[in-house]
Every structure is written in structure tokens, then in C-alpha cells.
């Protein structure tokens, strides 16, 4: 394989100091000022909990964290932002959440009709973007079209040389939870076995990857949050009245024992079950200050709406950038992270308009057949 650019695993940098500038004050700032209005007495039972708006915000903050977590493990000084480095998994569990409240709203809302071409519509949102992605891998590492065919078949990354292949692991996951709940929730008519039925299928996720597969803890300490959502999505009448009446107790609760958790983490005790408790505890967490906060932010929206593109992109950037680029002034890593983001952005808007594409071509063949069907 011909490589054009190196993996990069470690960035070394001048300064750290514009990258911790980012991800310790203005990063949090642009969170800060997201929120428009904080209520903790006053009453939001008419807002829209997880709405669209709300969750594409959700998806932009929980973005920029992956990609700060992601950016820490590559530095050479990683204890300029040790703070990001065990927080990757948490922001995966507001993904989770946010994608089974979702799925299962719509379903509540759309009936059966939701089930048309639901199952090929979210992996075609799935996968176009993985395979646009690793064509653009391709266009830097140069596998061989043999090579590049079976990666794109196994959900491989195409880095370095083949031994630095890995699988995609998230991607994976998503896929597996939405067959999951395309097979709980349109075969079983009863809400009641679909829960049952989805239950099952993620802790037997779980115990395989614990017990037999031995993966690294990332693959199932997460696996709660779709899970969760899809709970929240169900009961959400009756959990509403009680986020809004023990809200406080909740982000004092929530918020001290997730701190806890954190710190235990970063001291380096970090076994599965206590992600596991992580994860859930920031969902608790996102859930009960949903219940107190109106946001607003188009910038975050924006990112939010290509966080899959920007997931599945950044480290690309980080690797292509480091391989020819110098660090003089300390400023790679903002322009790293602002590269993802555009890129993703613009890979974002690609996607979607090839999705639309492939969505009318299928439904041109389904019109010209139907009639050979009668």
C-alpha cells in the first residue's frame, strides 16, 4: 500500500496552552451561553424535552468533547488535558440516549407508517457516510481496491498500514441497536415484550462482549443509554412531573456522584462497571437539566446536525495534519478541531443530498415494479 500520510499516534506541540484554552474556558463558555434561560422553581412542563432543536445542541456539545478526548490520547503532554481523556464514553451515552428517545418518539408518533423503509433509510444514514469517509481515508493511505472493498465490508477505518485497521466500533454498535429495535418493535405488537425483547438483546450485547469477546470496556459500558431513551420515550408523561418536582435534588445528587465517578477515573481506577455508572448517572443528569433549561445556539445545531460526518472524520484530520504540518505557535489543535468541523459540515451536506438521491432512485424502481407485481 502506497501510504501518502503516516498514523499518526502522538502530536507533540509547542504550547498547550491555545488547546486548553478551548477546551477549559471557551468550550465551556459556548455551553454557558447555549442556555437561555435556567429555572429551577419555575415551571417548563410546556417545553419540549429532547426536541429537535435541543438535541442537535446536545449532539454538538457532546461532539467537541469527543473530539477533545480524542485529541488528549494523542498528545505527548497528556496531563495538559487529562480532564478530557476518560470522558470520551460519556458523550457516546448522550448519543445513545438521544438516538433511542428518538426512534422511539417517532414510532409513537408516525404508528406503522414509521416502519416504511425505516430499517434501509437509518443504515443508508449510516453507512453512505462511513463509506464517503473511508473513500477520503483511501484517497491518503492508498489501499488496494482488494484492500479497500473487504475494510469497507468489515466497518474498518482505513489508517496507516493494514495492522492499523481497526473496526469502527461505534458504528457497529448504532447498527446493532437499530436492528435491535427495528426486531423488538415491529414484529411484537405488545410495548410491553418489545421492552422485554430490546432488554434482553442489550445485556446479552454486553455479557458477549464482557465475557466472550474480551473488548475493551468502551463496547459495553455505554449499552445502557439507548436503552434508557427508549424508557424515558415510553414513561415520559409520568417521569416528567417528577424531573420537574426533585430537579434540584436530582442535579445535587446526579451532579456529585457523577463528580465522584469522574475523579475516581481520572486517578486511574477505571473498570467497566463504574463507566457503566458514569454513563448512566450523565444521563440522569442531561435528562434533569433538560427539565430546567431553555437552549439556543446555532453554532452547536449546526455541528450537531454533522456530528456523525465530524465523528467519523476528525481523527483523519488529526493524523493528515500532524503528518505534514509543524507546530510552531501552539494553535494545531484549534485548527485541527475547526478543520473537522467544516469538513464534516461540508461532508454532511454531500451525504445528505446522496442520500435523497438514492431515496428517489428507490422509489422510481418501486413504481416502475409495482405494476409487474399486480
Given amino acids: 500500500m502506497g501510504t501518502l500520510f503516516f498514523y499518526q499516534r502522538e502530536y507533540l506541540i509547542v504550547s498547550t496552552m491555545p488547546i486548553q484554552l478551548l477546551a477549559i474556558i471557551l468550550f465551556p463558555l459556548l455551553i454557558l451561553f447555549s442556555i437561555k434561560k435556567f429555572l429551577l422553581k419555575e415551571s417548563v412542563d410546556d417545553k419540549d424535552i429532547l426536541s429537535i432543536d435541543d438535541s442537535l445542541i ?4 457532546a461532539i467537541i468533547t469527543v473530539m477533545l478526548h480524542h485529541y488528549s490520547q494523542g498528545l505527548i503532554q497528556k496531563d495538559k488535558l487529562l480532564f478530557y481523556k476518560s470522558l470520551g464514553y460519556v458523550s457516546v451515552a448522550v448519543f445513545l440516549l438521544l438516538s433511542g ?4 418518539i417517532q414510532l409513537s408518533r408516525k404508528g406503522e407508517k414509521f416502519w416504511d423503509k425505516y430499517l434501509i433509510k437509518r443504515l443508508l444514514r449510516l453507512l453512505i457516510p462511513f463509506w464517503v469517509i473511508n473513500f477520503i481515508h483511501s ?3 492508498r489501499p488496494t481496491p482488494i484492500q479497500f472493498f473487504k475494510a469497507t465490508l468489515a466497518c474498518k477505518r482505513i489508517i496507516g498500514d493494514v495492522t492499523q485497521w481497526p473496526t469502527v466500533w461505534f458504528v457497529v454498535t448504532i447498527i446493532y441497536f437499530t436492528v435491535l429495535f427495528w426486531i423488538s418493535f415491529r414484529f411484537t405488537k405488545n410495548n410491553t415484550w418489545a421492552l422485554v425483547l430490546f432488554t434482553v438483546g442489550t445485556f446479552g450485547s454486553m455479557i458477549v462482549h464482557l465475557l466472550l469477546l474480551k473488548n475493551q470496556s468502551y463496547w459495553y459500558n455505554t449499552s445502557l443509554a439507548f436503552l434508557t431513551g427508549i424508557l424515558y420515550a415510553i414513561y415520559k408523561d409520568s417521569l416528567k412531573k417528577y424531573f420537574s418536582r ?3 435534588a436530582l442535579l445535587l445528587v446526579a451532579g456529585t456522584i457523577l463528580g465522584g465517578v469522574v475523579f475516581a477515573t481520572l ?3 477505571n473498570p467497566g462497571w463504574l463507566q457503566i455508572i458514569c454513563s448512566e448517572l450523565c444521563v440522569i443528569l442531561v435528562l434533569t437539566l433538560e427539565h430546567c433549561t431553555i437552549l439556543r445556539s ?7 446536525a454533522a ?14 495534519y500532524y503528518s505534514v504540518c509543524k507546530d510552531f505557535y501552539g494553535l494545531s489543535g484549534i485548527l485541527c478541531i475547526v478543520i473537522a468541523v467544516v469538513s464534516g459540515i461540508l461532508i454532511c451536506s454531500f451525504d445528505q443530498k446522496l442520500v435523497s ?10 413504481t416502475a415494479i409495482s405494476p409487474v407485481r399486480k
Avoid at 58 to 61: A, D, E, N, S, V
Avoid at 101 to 104: E, H, L, P, Q
Avoid at 307 to 320: D, G, T
Avoid at 357 to 366: T, V
Fill in 101 to 104: 428517545y428518538s426512534s422511539y
Fill in 246 to 248: 426533585f430537579r434540584i
Fill in 58 to 61: 446536545l449532539r454538538g456539545i
Fill in 307 to 320: 456530528s456523525w460526518e465530524i465523528f467519523l472524520i476528525h481523527q483523519l484530520v488529526y493524523s493528515a
Fill in 298 to 304: 446555532r453554532l452547536l445545531s449546526v455541528i450537531g
Fill in 139 to 141: 484517497l491518503f493511505y
Fill in 267 to 269: 486517578q486511574g481506577f
Fill in 357 to 366: 438521491h438514492i431515496d428517489k432512485a428507490f422509489y422510481s424502481f418501486q
